[in-house]
């Protein structure tokens, strides 16, 4: 696991007096932005946060630095870490190989960490999934398996569809339509390497202009 890019702050400018040497450390889903949990880190926890690119602790209770999943093999992949406006708390944001919570939850808050929009990411996170696993009996499998064109076919049918609902159908209709159509647009970027995430950064680029 390679480590991060450089912090967007300088760790000296950070307010480790406050908590006697500690900062609370908020953990956030890389992809869907659920918040999976709350550690501390000290100077030396953040430091090997960076350098290993696994999410370090220092815990409290066992008076020592401890690597999330150091034991159990679910680790969190590091992918960025920044500090709130008066630098005493980190938001740290991270890829979960497994479940985060030690009662074998993917949160330690539950479905309460879930944003509105979350399960778009995580949808898309199966999507990827299923195209590196190719699980048998799986209807995304078989999309794959069918290759590009039939995908994009799908989607071509599947607008068609929504917009037939949106003027001659009800609303359940049209979320239903609407809901196959997103599905299938997912399935094909992913079949060309591209993900939800592409599409979100093409949209921030045109409402910055």
């Known amino acids: 696991m390679n480590a991060a890019a450089p912090i967007p702050f300088d760790p000296d400018q950070l307010d480790w007096n406050k908590g006697d040497g500690l900062l ?5 889903h890389w992809r869907d932005g659920r918040v999976l949990m709350l550690g501390y ?18 815990s409290r209770s066992k008076q020592r630095l401890w690597t999330k999943g150091e034991s159990s093999g679910n680790v969190l992949e590091l992918k960025a870490v920044d500090a709130d406006c008066d630098h005493d708390t980190l938001l740290v944001r991270a890829t979960p190989h497994g479940p ?4 074998g939850t993917e949160s330690c808050f539950g479905d309460a960490s879930d944003p509105e929009l979350a399960f778009l990411g995580r949808l898309d996170n199966l ?9 048998a009996d799986s209807y995304t499998t078989r999309l794959f398996d069918a290759g590009t ?6 989607v071509g049918e599947e607008g068609v569809e929504t917009a037939l609902a949106a003027v001659a159908e009800d609303d359940d209709a049209l979320v239903g339509e609407a809901a196959d159509l997103v599905y299938h647009l997912l399935v094909l970027l992913r079949a060309r390497n591209l993900g939800l995430a592409d599409v979100i950064d093409r949209l921030r680029e045109r409402h910055a202009d």
């Open 100 to 103: 985060t919570c030690h009662q």
């Open 149 to 154: 064109r039939r995908i994009a076919q799908k």
């Open 41 to 58: 880190m000290n100077r030396e926890a953040l430091e090997a946060t960076l350098k290993t690119g696994r999410v370090t602790f220092y």
């Open 127 to 135: 999507v990827r999934r299923r195209h590196a696993e190719l699980p």
């Open 24 to 28: 609370p450390a908020i953990v956030q």
